[in-house]
């Protein structure tokens, strides 16, 4: 299942990917219980209902697997060139309305290079990875 969230536009920005890994359990946690990335995405729904004036063009991914099984709940934020990031520890309970103003703090940047300072303190604590943009090949 696939399921995207587009929160309100703004003019002529090129939309930023908030893919949240809907795979991972929390430690100790029950068989039976919702996944913390499942929890998130309903987070972040909400959020952005609520949000009416969010500034950013956000699209919400859940995706299978980001390989950070240890520290869920992991996302990754991209948008074409801009840098790519990988966060763990996600409280899908605390962290959906500061994700979403992240994004736009992200999207306002030329290289999705958000001074550190600026940062929620869950986002500057929990980088697992960051990668640089993707160069297109010329044709």
Not at 9 to 37: H, I, N
Not at 58 to 72: D, F, Y
Not at 89 to 105: E, I, N, R, S, Y
Request: hydrophobic share 45%; glycine share 6%.
């Amino acid at each position: 299942m696939t399921l995207s969230i587009e929160s309100p536009a703004s003019a002529g920005s090129e939309p930023v990917r908030l893919m949240v890994c809907t795979t991972c359990r929390a430690a100790g946690a029950d068989a039976d219980a919702p996944r913390p990335g499942a929890q998130l995405l309903a987070a972040l729904g909400e959020a952005l209902m609520a949000d009416a004036d969010a500034r950013v063009r956000l699209v919400v991914e859940p995706v299978e697997c980001l390989s950070v099984c240890k520290r869920p709940c992991t996302v990754s934020i991209t948008a074409p060139g801009r840098w790519t990031y990988v966060y763990g520890d996600v409280d899908p309970a605390a962290h959906a309305g500061p994700l979403v103003a992240f994004a736009a703090q992200y999207q306002a940047t030329a290289d999705g290079l958000v001074p550190w300072r600026e940062r929620p303190e869950f986002i500057r604590k929990g980088v697992v990875a960051r990668i640089p943009p993707l160069v297109r090949a010329a044709p």
